[in-house]
């Protein structure tokens, strides 16, 4: 077992874990934040993205030993104030959300990409997508969201 | 039920540290985690120690003189890919690290962990290869150099780590050329990797790495030998054809694969037109 204290969501918090315990069965089963998905569980699909320092990774590829001392967000920590942001509610707006199931992860990956590029093109959103897969929408939707998102004049 | 086989993980902090951690029963290393805990997944029975290189400073980054650029082990491929000593000295790099899997896997995976794997589908020991990179190993005995070629032929003896890769800078056209079975961001069904400088408008120092369709990385020597010393206009499509077909002749390639390597070298000698 090992002690790790990472940031999530905000908050500094402490977990005992095993060695050899991935970070998605930490935030899922022991942290209870369950909008981190598994899908694949081989970095294939991207249902189980969260910001890591900043950057999308995949929680089923990462040991929670090796997240010591790390910033994480989850899908749980990109509300602000208890209301959707931005780019939550440009999904919405948008009809980019089918079943759901991997309406985190990309949400994730896109707030990484406007985090980089406020102002990105459509080739770069799509690129930045490139690690998430929907069986639902198709990306149209969801490519639109992201654009909306990034392109919607403040108040 | 956890996903992985129970082993121990340890975290140092030195080169040296970790040398020592390697040497316990059943030690491996873990870089970025791509390849390495996707395959612990499918095993019962793993390593007893895992050691990781994510706290070791020494491993990351990347360092320039006038000569060389130098690249931590544990750069990952995304920090490379974004690095302008990269995109404009070593641009068949650059392009493989664009073209390398998708967004969350570039952003986790390493350079390092990409040679060290020894995958036949990794891209970047072929384009390594083709620019010349000397590998620097840390061994308990102290530090080792090796070329890529002798580091994808045959596993150094005894523990060793990885840790950085050396490139000399200089003008050279190089170019990165991969083929995917369906999408993009497959793992490349076969790629080729360039590089040749400009001696008076003749090839000189040519590299031409066959990847992917073979078990490791192969030097097209044939082919690069009729590069050498000649213009690109000068390449005759039929000397071509039969020095692709002397390199590949031991090599278990399909027809399509044969001719996608036939119209990437056409390609690169139309690129060196230009």
Redesign the interface.
Do not use: Q, W
């Given at each position: 077992m090992?002690t790790i204290a990472f940031t999530l969501n905000g908050h500094k918090t402490e977990v005992d874990v095993?060695?050899?315990?991935?970070l998605i069965?930490t935030l899922r089963e022991r942290l209870g934040l369950l909008g981190t998905k598994p899908g694949c569980?081989?970095?294939e699909c991207?249902a189980c993205?969260v910001l890591?320092n900043g950057?999308?990774?995949?929680s089923?590829?990462?040991?929670t030993?090796?997240a010591?001392g790390a910033t994480i967000m989850t899908i749980e920590g990109v509300a602000e104030n208890g209301a959707l942001s931005g780019l939550q509610q440009s999904f919405i707006d948008q009809g980019a959300v089918q079943c759901g199931y991997c309406t985190p992860g990309m949400i994730l990956?896109s707030k990484?990409l406007l985090d980089e590029k406020p102002r990105p093109t459509d080739e770069e959103i799509v690129?930045?997508?490139?690690?998430n897969l929907c069986r639902c929408t198709g990306y149209i939707k969801i490519i639109e969201a992201v654009r909306a998102a990034a392109f919607k004049k403040g108040p | 039920m956890?996903?992985?086989?129970?082993?121990?993980?340890h975290?140092p902090k030195s080169l040296k540290e970790a040398l020592t951690l390697l040497k316990r029963p059943q030690g491996c290393l873990?870089a970025g985690?791509?390849i390495l805990?996707?395959t612990l997944?499918k095993t019962k029975k793993g390593p007893q120690n895992?050691v990781?290189l994510?706290r070791i400073k020494a491993l990351g980054g990347a360092k320039e003189t006038e000569t060389t650029l130098t690249l931590g082990a544990m750069a990952t491929i995304?920090e490379i890919e974004r690095l302008s000593a990269v995109a404009d000295g070593f641009p068949s790099l650059s392009a493989a690290c664009r073209q390398l899997?998708?967004?969350?896997?570039r952003?986790?995976a390493t350079v390092g962990g990409n040679i060290a794997s020894r995958f036949f589908w990794a891209d970047l020991p072929a384009v390594l290869m083709s620019l010349e990179a000397r590998l620097i190993l840390e061994t308990p005995a102290g530090r080792k150099e090796m070329s890529v070629d002798t580091f994808v032929s045959r596993t150094p003896s005894g523990p060793f780590i990885l840790s950085s890769i050396e490139l000399l800078k200089g003008r050279r056209a190089a170019f990165y050329l991969r083929h995917t079975r369906t999408m993009p961001?497959d793992i490349p069904a076969m790629a080729v990797a360039f590089s040749a400088q400009d001696r008076d408008g003749r090839l000189a120092n040519v590299h031409l790495v066959l990847n992917s369709g073979v078990a490791v990385p192969t030097r097209l020597k044939e082919t690069q030998k009729l590069f050498e010393g000649k213009a690109p206009r000068d390449v005759k499509p039929a000397d071509l054809r039969a020095a692709l077909a002397q390199d590949t002749s031991g090599l278990r390639l399909d027809d399509y694969k044969r001719l996608c390597l036939e119209l990437d070298a056409g390609k690169i000698i139309a690129r060196l037109k230009k």
């Open positions: 090992k095993p060695d050899n315990e991935l069965e569980l081989e970095g991207g993205t890591f950057k999308n990774i995949l089923c590829l990462k040991l030993a090796d010591d990956a990484a690129r930045g997508l490139d690690g | 956890p996903h992985l086989c129970p082993f121990s993980y975290a873990l985690g791509t805990l996707n997944k895992v990781g994510s995304a899997a998708t967004t969350p896997v952003n986790m961001v």
